[in-house]
C-alpha cells in the first residue's frame, strides 16, 4: 500500500536502528506525545529494537484518556435527558465517569449514538429539529477545525438544536507541565504530526529553548518514529536543543493556515483539567460568546453535580505523566481490560494501556525502562 508499507518495510528500518546504536553515548529518555506513536512502538516492537541506553516514555498523547471524571460526569448528566440525542465517536462511550459509562446509559434507554463527524451530528439536528442533538467534542488541535466548522455551520444556517459539549486540549501548555515538573525524567521529544500539520511548529520553538530540550515533530510508521528518534539523539549528543520537523511530507512549518482562521472565529483559550494531570492554565479549547448559544454545558448549567469519584486503584495518571509502564499497574490485565476498564487508557483507541493489552498482554512488567 503506497505510503505506508514503505514505512514499514524492515529492510529500510534496519539501518535507522543501526544508525541510533552508532550515534547514542550516553543514557536518553525520550517521550512520544502522541498516543498513535505508542501504539506504533509497541505493536512493532520499537522500544525493543533501541539500544538500552534510550528509554522510551509514553506522554498524555490521547485526547480521551485525558478528558477528566467530572467531565464524562456531565456527559452522562446531559445524554440522560430524556429530549437529548447525544452523540460521540465510539471510543468514548466505554470511558469510565464515577459510576458509569455511556453506554451505560444507552442501555437504560438513553439516545447515545456514534457517528464519525460533527458534520454528522450536525445533519441529524437538522433532521430531528423537535431533538436536542449534542455533539462530545474531544481532541487535541487536530479534530478541533472540524468541530470548530460544525458550530460555524449551525449557527450560519440557524439550527438552533444543535450544541457541542466541549473538551478540547491543547498539546504545548501539557508539554511545558512535564517539563517543569520536579522530577522531570524527560531529554527529548517525539511531538505529534498531526497536530503540528493542523497547527504548525513555531508554538514548540519556545519550550526547545527555554527548557533546552530537542523537539522533534514526527510521523505514525515505524519508520517516521525511528529517524525522529534518531534526530532527537543526535541533538542530544550534539547538545542542540531545536525543533526539527521529521514529517515534511504532512506538517509545514505555518501549518494549515485556514485551519486555525476558523479555529479562532469560533474557540478562545482557556484552562482545562486533564485526568491524571491535573488543572493546566490556558490548555484547552472553550467557544466563543457568540457561540455561546451551541455550548451544551452552558445550556445545561451544572448545579449540585456530586464530587467527581476517579478509580483509586487505577494508575493511569501516572502512565500519561511517563512515570510507569502500563505493566506496571498492579490492576493491569486483571481487574482491568477493556471490558471492564477502571481507566480511559484502557479503551481508548490510542491509549498505552490499551496497546500493551492488546499487543503484549503476556509480557511482564518492564519497570520504567
Not at 137 to 143: D, I, K, P, S, W
Not at 154 to 180: C, D, K, Q, T, W
Not at 278 to 290: C, D, E
Not at 338 to 349: H, R
Request: some cysteine; hydrophobic content about 40%; charged content about 25%.
Amino acid at each position: 500500500m503506497r505510503f505506508i508499507d514503505e514505512y514499514r518495510d524492515a529492510q529500510r528500518v534496519a539501518p535507522y536502528v543501526e544508525a541510533i546504536r552508532r550515534e547514542v553515548s550516553r543514557p536518553w529518555s525520550i517521550m512520544e506525545v502522541c498516543g498513535g506513536q505508542t501504539h506504533a512502538i509497541v505493536r512493532f516492537g520499537l522500544d525493543e529494537l533501541l539500544p538500552p541506553e534510550i528509554s522510551l516514555l509514553h506522554g498524555p498523547g490521547c485526547p480521551v484518556c485525558v478528558t477528566p471524571v467530572e467531565l464524562i460526569d456531565r456527559a452522562l448528566g446531559i445524554a440522560s435527558r430524556r429530549e437529548v440525542t447525544f452523540c460521540s465517536f465510539g471510543d468514548m462511550l466505554r470511558v469510565p465517569g464515577s459510576s458509569e459509562d455511556l453506554f451505560a446509559v444507552k442501555s437504560r434507554g438513553g439516545d447515545v449514538r456514534v457517528v464519525y463527524s460533527p458534520l454528522d451530528a450536525l445533519a441529524l439536528a437538522e433532521r430531528l429539529p423537535g431533538r436536542e442533538v449534542v455533539f462530545f467534542a474531544v481532541g487535541f488541535e487536530t479534530t478541533a477545525p472540524a468541530n470548530a466548522m460544525a458550530v460555524f455551520e449551525a449557527r450560519r444556517r440557524g439550527v438552533r438544536n444543535f450544541s457541542l459539549l466541549v473538551s478540547h486540549v491543547l498539546v504545548p501548555p501539557a508539554m511545558e507541565v512535564i517539563l517543569r515538573a520536579p522530577d522531570r525524567r524527560v531529554d527529548g521529544f517525539l511531538a505529534a504530526g498531526h497536530v503540528c500539520t493542523v497547527m504548525g511548529i513555531d508554538a514548540y520553538r519556545p519550550l526547545a529553548a527555554e527548557h533546552r530540550v530537542p523537539i522533534v515533530v514526527t510521523g505514525f510508521e515505524p519508520m517516521d518514529i525511528l529517524q525522529g528518534i534518531f534526530m532527537c539523539v543526535r541533538q542530544l549528543e550534539e547538545g542542540r536543543a531545536e525543533v526539527e520537523n521529521q514529517y515534511a511530507r504532512s506538517v509545514r512549518e505555518a501549518g494549515n493556515e485556514a485551519a486555525q482562521r476558523m479555529l479562532r472565529e469560533v474557540f478562545e483559550v482557556v484552562p482545562r483539567t486533564w485526568r491524571g494531570i491535573g488543572p493546566i492554565a490556558r490548555s484547552g479549547l472553550g467557544l466563543r460568546p457568540p457561540y455561546a448559544d451551541h455550548d451544551a454545558e452552558r445550556r445545561w448549567a451544572p448545579s449540585g453535580d456530586p464530587e467527581p469519584r476517579a478509580s483509586t486503584t487505577c494508575k493511569s495518571g501516572l502512565v500519561l505523566q511517563g512515570v510507569i509502564k502500563p505493566p506496571d499497574c498492579p490492576a493491569f490485565g486483571t481487574r482491568c481490560t477493556p471490558e471492564t476498564p477502571l481507566g480511559a487508557t484502557m479503551v481508548s483507541s490510542e491509549g498505552a494501556c490499551a496497546a500493551y493489552y492488546r499487543y503484549r498482554r503476556a509480557d511482564p512488567p518492564r519497570g520504567s525502562r
